[in-house]
């Protein structure tokens, strides 16, 4: 992709409340960019967490770590969850998205994915990890990650999300970035003979994990 197609466009710093052009973050180092869905989505949240593992090994090696939503509405919860160790930015009119060509699902089709089996192995992760959620704002769009060289001299990895629970593994940003460096492990969801054993309850308003039945054994 041609980054200089996004260089211009604008985030507003979480932190600041500022208005930044995109290149003003990969001007000087290089830049891991997590697109999320929505702040309240729990594979997010479970996203944010997976990556967070390997931001000190970032820092170490001068690469900022950043996530992107598309509105506002839940930041502040996604904040003080403190699910993310890095820098948080909002794309207000959704130009980034857009110009990335991130995928949006119609809203029967977003609820069909919710029910696969990938969906409920991250259902059942985010239950681990006691992330919450919640279905506020965006349903329908999903984002991707970028990771761009220092100066913004090359884009490194394009990846985007087909499936709303999709997610890449933190090997592959230190393969892209050239870190030699073991990445923690991302511990999956309980699974027994190939199923999991937590399968979510989905709603169109709300998913949840119910709580396992005790085994009663006669004696």
């Known amino acids: 992709m041609d980054i200089n197609s996004i260089a211009h466009n604008q985030l507003k710093d979480v ?11 990969w001007k000087d180092k290089a830049c891991v960019i997590i697109f999320f869905r929505r ?31 598309v509105e506002e509405l839940g930041v502040e919860d996604f904040v003080n969850g ?10 207000v009119d959704k ?6 060509s991130f995928k949006r699902f119609g809203l029967f089709s977003i609820l069909a994915a919710l ?21 506020r704002g965006d349903k329908v769009q999903v ?16 990846f985007k999300q087909e499936r709303p629970a999709e997610h890449l593994p933190n090997i592959k940003f230190f393969e892209a970035l050239g870190i030699q460096h073991l990445a923690p492990k991302e511990e999956n969801s309980p699974v027994v003979n190939g199923v999991n054993e937590e399968e979510p ?3 169109e308003d709300t998913c949840s ?11």
């Open 15 to 25: 932190s600041t409340g500022q208005m930044v052009t995109l290149e003003s973050l």
């Open 39 to 69: 702040w309240g989505c729990v594979f997010c949240r479970v996203w944010a967490k997976e990556i967070s593992k390997i931001a000190p090994v970032l820092r170490e090696n001068n690469v900022r770590l950043i996530g992107v939503g």
């Open 82 to 91: 403190k699910f993310f160790d890095g820098e948080l930015f909002v794309d």
């Open 95 to 100: 130009s980034t998205y857009k110009a990335l």
């Open 115 to 135: 029910f696969s089996s990938e969906a409920r192995a991250a259902m059942a992760r985010g239950r681990q990890l006691k992330v919450g959620g919640d279905m």
């Open 143 to 158: 984002g991707g990650a970028l990771v761009v060289s220092a100066g913004g001299k090359e884009v490194l990895l394009n």
């Open 201 to 203: 309850k989905c709603t």
């Open 209 to 219: 994990v119910p709580a396992k039945e005790e085994v009663k054994t006669e004696t």
